[in-house]
């Protein structure tokens, strides 16, 4: 066909979703059109995204001193919960910008072997040189064996801390994250965060777009700092 992604795959999990509750299965693997990428859905239809089966292979790999430098490398895009699972087991994550072509550079760079993004791409370099959802997806079905615990259990290494992210476009030749105004938001934001979230503004690279982007687990104050943010750039833009 035309799309092969058309309300399918990694991108639109869920119709597999519904078919795993239809069929009673036990997981289903959702991949995208070239198969790099991979979302995983347990039991009961939720959807686990990139962070989880990081995570879970992440803790597994180190327990069998498999991690190289103790160290995932993953986006700044990854959620803050990944983060503090890994910290809490003396692991590191080592954010880049978004893309894999990132990921693995410092991957590369470092010799760490393990990393990826949150929509999906898992890059093992012990087995592979860019993200294969195949693979990935039989990780997970290797720890469902060597475990016994349903998807379920094993797609929720941690508890995503609630993130919220606005897309504000602007016209050509404005550069709104220029305006005093928005610089003081973005500034009155990162202070209400400190110690208790994290805040990431950053302009598109394919689209004139500015992507306002914070978590928090206090959603009150999230969708606050968030709207604060994007209407000073909308009214800069």
Sequence with gaps: GLNINDNCGSTRPQAAAEAVLAHGADVGICLDGDADRVILIDETGAVADGDQLMALMAARWAE??????GTLVATVMSNLGLERFLDARGLRLERTKVGDRYVVEAMRANGWNLGGEQSG???MTDYATTGDGLMAGLQFLAEMVRTGQPASTLARSFEPVPQLLKNVRFASGSAPLDSTRVRSAI????????GHGRLLIRKSGTEPLIRVMAECEDEALLARLVDGIVAEVEAAA
Excluded: F, P, Q, W
């Design 64 to 69: 069998e001193g498999r991690l190289s430098g």
């Design 121 to 123: 791409h898992i890059v």
């Design 187 to 194: 500034a009155e934001a990162e202070a209400a965060l400190t």
